[in-house]
C-alpha cells in the first residue's frame, strides 16, 4: 500500500508494539503529529513542557516496563533538547528510540532556520543514529533502530528524518518483528574454568550490576546466592534485581556502600561480577579492588571485559542464560564461617542515622512502611538518590529508577511520568533534592494535564546537599554557590502547576502525608524540610580502596 512518509512512522510504532510516545510538536515534525492525530486511539501521545522531560519521560518508561521508551521532538532546539536524557539513557544501557525531524533535503547543509545536525550531535551518545534521506528506507531505518536499542546490551537509538521525507509516498508493507536473542559466546572451557574456582573459593561474594535488571535474571542470582552460600551485594542501578530483605544481601557497593559489602568485597577469595561494568563509583582504587579475589566477570558486553579490572575469569553472553547454564553445573556449597563473619559486620556495621530530627533516611523508611515496598521509587541525583538507595527495601527489579552513570539532576520527576504512564497500577514516587527539583519542575504541569498521580517528594535543605558534603569534608567548609536560601516557594509553585501541595516539617507529619498523597490520586508535591548538613554515610574518599570506607563515627574519632 502507499503510504507518506509520516504515516510510514506511525505503522512501524503499531508493528513494535509502541503504545505512548512522549514529546513536542514543532515545524518540521509537523507530517508525523498529523498522522499521530489520526491514530491517537492506538497510540497514546504525552505533551511534556521540555523535551528533555519527554526523554526522561521514554527513559523511565523503558525502565519500569522492560519496552522501548519512544520520544519525539522537532528539528533545531527540540532535538537537542533531548540530547541530556539520550545521554543519560545511553550511560544506563535503556533501550530508547527518539525521533526527530529535521529540515527539507536541499536546505540541509545551508545552516537553514533550526537546521541542527543531531545525528552528528548524538552520535557519542547512541547506539546508534540515522538520518533517513528516503521514503523508501524509512520503515526499514526505524525497524533497525528498535532492533539495534533493545538487543544485546541495549541502548538509545536516533533516527533524524527530513521534513521532506515525512510527506514523500512510497510502498509499505508491514512486517511483524523478530526476537532478537544474543547468543553467549563463551566456550565450555571457559565455562569449566568458572565452575573450578567457584568450587574451591572459601568466602566467595557476588556483585550484582545493573545488567542484572535488564536480563530479568533476578531468579537465576538468587539460586546461585544459595548454591553458593554467599553474601550478595548490588551497584545502584541493580537495586531489586537481588531481594533487600534477604539475610544474604549486604547492601549497595562503593562510595555510599555498605561496610559490610565494601569489607566483604576487600577480604574475599572469590568475586563473581553479575552485569556490572566495574564503574569507578564502585571500584574506587581500582587497582586495589578486591585484590585478593580472584574475579570473574559475566556480561554480555564483551567491550567491558577488562575495561575497567583486570579479571580472572569471564563469560560473554545474556546474563539470565550465562546463569542457567552455570547453576546447573553446581552443587550446594556451605560456606558457614564466611557468612558468619558477614553476619558479624552486618551487626557491627548498620546503616544508621539521627533519628532526633526530621530526617531524609527516616522518610524513606516512612515511604518504604507506607507502601509495603512495592512502590515505583525514581531520584534525581545527590544525596536524596543515596538514600534512597539506601533505606528503601528493594525487592523486586524495575522498581528503582535513577540516573546512575550520567548522575542527571532533573532526571526524576520526568522518569517518574513515564514510568506511571507505563505502569499505571504502581504508586509512583520521585525524590528529589531542592537543587534538582528546580532543574525540571515545570513537569509538574505535564502530571496535572493529564491527571499522572506521580508523588514528588522534594528534600529540601536549602543546599546543594551532596556538592556541600564534599566541601565540608575535603573543602574546608569552602562553600561556594551551594546555598539555595531565597524566596522561592515550591508549595505555591506546584500549586499554580496544578498539582496538590503538602509542607512537612515534624517527624510525625510524614507518614499522613504519604497516606494522604497516595489516597488522593493526583499529582502531589510533598516538600520536607532538613537540616543542611545531613550528610550521606558510610563514605569512601575518590580514589581510594573501598576498604577504606567511613561513617560518622569515624570522624568523630578521628577528631578527637
Not at 538520518?131 to 525497524?143: E, G, P, S
Request: a neutral charge.
Amino acid at each position: 500500500m502507499q503510504l507518506n512518509g509520516s504515516e510510514i512512522v506511525i505503522e512501524c510504532l503499531k508493528e513494535q508494539g509502541v503504545d505512548t510516545v512522549f514529546g513536542y510538536p514543532g515545524g518540521t515534525i509537523l507530517n508525523v503529529y498529523d498522522a499521530l492525530y489520526k491514530h491517537q486511539d492506538e497510540i497514546r501521545h504525552v505533551l511534556t513542557s521540555h523535551e528533555q522531560g519527554a526523554a526522561h519521560a521514554a527513559d523511565g518508561y523503558a525502565r519500569a516496563t522492560g519496552k522501548v521508551g519512544v520520544c519525539m521532538a522537532t528539528s533545531g532546539p527540540g532535538a537537542t533538547n533531548l540530547v541530556t536524557g539520550i545521554a543519560t539513557a545511553y550511560m544506563d544501557s535503556i533501550p530508547v528510540v527518539a525521533i526527530t525531524a529535521n529540515v527539507n533535503l536541499p536546505a540541509l547543509g545551508k545552516d537553514s532556520f533550526q537546521e541542527i545536525d543531531i545525528a552528528g550531535v548524538t552520535m557519542p551518545i547512541t547506539k546508534h543514529s540515522f538520518i533517513v534521506k528516503d521514503v523508501n528506507i524509512l520503515a526499514d531505518t526505524i525497524r533497525k533502530a528498535f532492533k539495534i536499542a533493545k538487543s544485546g546490551r541495549p541502548g538509545p537509538v536516533l533516527v533524524d528524518i527530513t521534513k521532506d521525507v515525512t510527506a514523500a509516498t512510497c510502498d509499505f508493507k508491514p512486517l511483524v518483528p523478530v526476537l532478537v536473542k544474543t547468543p553467549s559466546k563463551y566456550t565450555e572451557e571457559e565455562m569449566e574454568k568458572v565452575v573450578k574456582y567457584i568450587k574451591k573459593a572459601k568466602k566467595p561474594f557476588l556483585y550484582v550490576g545493573g545488567g542484572a535488571v535488564i536480563s530479568g535474571a533476578q531468579e537465576e542470582i538468587k539460586k546461585l546466592s544459595e548454591l553458593m552460600d554467599c553474601p550478595v551485594c548490588d551497584t545502584l542501578m541493580a537495586k531489586g534485581a537481588y531481594d533487600g530483605n534477604s539475610y544474604r544481601y549486604t547492601g549497595m557497593i562503593g562510595m555510599h556502600g555498605t561496610k559490610t559489602s565494601n569489607l566483604g568485597v576487600s577480604e574475599c577469595d572469590l568475586l563473581i561480577a553479575l552485569g556490572a561494568r566495574f564503574s569507578d563509583r564502585v571500584t574506587g582504587n581500582a587497582k586495589k579492588f578486591a585484590e585478593k579475589a580472584k574475579i570473574v566477570h559475566i556480561d554480555i558486553d564483551p567491550a567491558e571485559i577488562n575495561k575497567n579490572v583486570r579479571v580472572t575469569a569471564f563469560l560473554v553472553g545474556d546474563l539470565k542464560t550465562v546463569l542457567q547454564d552455570l547453576n546447573s553445573r553446581l552443587e550446594p556449597m556451605d560456606h558457614s564461617p564466611w557468612m558468619d563473619k558477614i553476619a558479624e559486620y552486618k551487626e557491627k556495621y548498620p546503616l544508621k542515622y539521627d533519628n532526633t530530627n526530621l530526617s531524609c533516611p527516616y522518610i524513606i523508611e516512612t515511604i518504604d512502611k507506607v507502601t509495603k515496598g512495592e512502590a515505583i521509587i525514581t531520584t534525581d541525583v545527590g544525596q536524596h538518590q543515596m538514600w534512597a538507595a539506601q533505606y528503601y527495601k528493594y525487592s523486586k527489579p524495575r522498581t528503582f529508577l535513577s540516573s546512575g552513570g550520567l548522575g542527571t539532576m532533573g532526571y526524576g520527576l520526568g522518569a517518574c511520568i513515564g514510568a506511571q504512564v507505563g505502569q499505571p497500577d504502581k504508586v509512583c514516587i520521585n525524590i528529589a533534592g531542592d537543587g534538582c527539583f528546580r532543574m525540571n519542575l515545570i513537569e509538574l504541569a505535564t502530571a496535572s494535564r493529564y491527571n499522572i498521580p506521580i508523588i514528588e517528594v522534594v528534600i529540601n535543605n536549602h543546599v546543594l546537599g551532596m556538592v556541600r558534603q564534599w566541601q565540608t569534608l575535603f573543602y574546608g567548609k569552602r562553600y561556594s554557590q551551594t546555598v539555595l536560601e531565597d524566596q522561592v516557594d515550591f508549595c505555591k509553585t506546584a500549586e499554580g502547576l496544578g498539582c496538590v501541595a503538602i509542607r512537612v516539617t515534624k517527624k510525625e507529619e510524614v507518614e499522613d502525608a504519604f497516606k494522604k498523597a497516595i489516597a488522593l490520586k493526583k499529582p502531589v508535591v510533598i516538600e520536607c524540610i532538613i537540616p543542611e548538613d545531613d550528610k550521606v554515610f558510610p563514605m569512601v574518599p575518590a580514589g581510594a580502596p573501598i576498604a577504606e570506607v567511613f561513617d560518622g563515627d569515624d570522624l568523630e574519632k578521628a577528631s578527637k
